[in-house]
């Protein structure tokens, strides 16, 4: 089976790839780490990308489409594969059409207002490490564990939150057309407890 797995940061796309790919015995094929062990291992892409990265670019449509199907040729690869990350845009899709093309696509629905919220309202001990939501501690500026002023982690600030939710649903919302198009649309809801989001990935699967 061929997935791909589509989902906002914060979606907790992360979990259910973890459980989809123990369930189905799928090898997780995440550009983020195929990034990190080429770079780790020098391989000949991994030397590309780094020379690129270096330069504070991102990596181009080109090189991480060789990645992927450098990735997708090998032999674990064979029975199937559940990508994370990719297809980023229309090229990509295309591209991957072309030499290995998925049967589903799963895409996490979320209420993308839900999750900033979440984000956002996050706040760090930088002393105990604990982590709070103004929701259940309400505003104050203490860890109500060790009582050291509590931090906004830079990842959660919320410029940089709405910026990273729009750009996501910039990217995904002409992939989930794309694929709807080819009738490969899984819609899941996100909303949901972790367990009974997973139980729905496996009824629309259903197998
Ligand atoms: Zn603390």
């Known amino acids: 089976m061929k997935l791909i797995l589509l ?3 914060g979606s907790g796309k992360g979990t259910q790839a973890a459980y989809i790919t123990e369930k189905y015995n799928l090898p997780h094929v ?21 020379e690129v ?12 489409v060789e990645l992927v199907k450098d990735r997708l040729s090998k032999a674990d690869c064979e029975k199937g594969y559940l990508l994370d990350g990719f297809p980023r845009n229309l090229y990509q899709a295309g591209e991957l059409d072309e030499f290995n093309a998925p049967d ?19 706040r760090s001990c ?16 203490n860890c109500p564990d060790c009582g ?19 750009v ?3 990217q995904t919302e002409p992939l989930i057309d794309y694929y709807g198009k080819q ?7 996100g909303d949901q407890p972790i367990d009974k989001v997973f139980e729905d990935i496996v009824k629309v699967l259903g197998q």
């Open 148 to 166: 050291e002023a509590l931090t906004i982690r830079k990842d959660d600030n919320p410029e940089t939150v709405k910026e990273r939710l729009s």
């Open 183 to 189: 009738g490969k649309i899984l819609n899941v809801n």
């Open 53 to 64: 990265m270096d330069t504070g670019n991102l990596c181009p449509d080109d090189l991480t």
């Open 30 to 50: 995440s550009t983020g780490d195929l990034f990190r062990e080429n770079i780790k291992n020098e391989t000949p892409l991994g030397l590309k990308v780094k």
């Open 126 to 141: 930088p002393k105990c490490g604990a982590s709070f939501h103004v929701d259940f501690i309400g505003n104050v500026s």
């Open 7 to 9: 989902g906002a940061p």
């Open 168 to 170: 996501y649903k910039a």
């Open 104 to 122: 589903k696509v799963i895409n996490l629905v979320v209420d993308l207002g839900k999750i900033e919220h979440r984000i956002t309202g996050r």
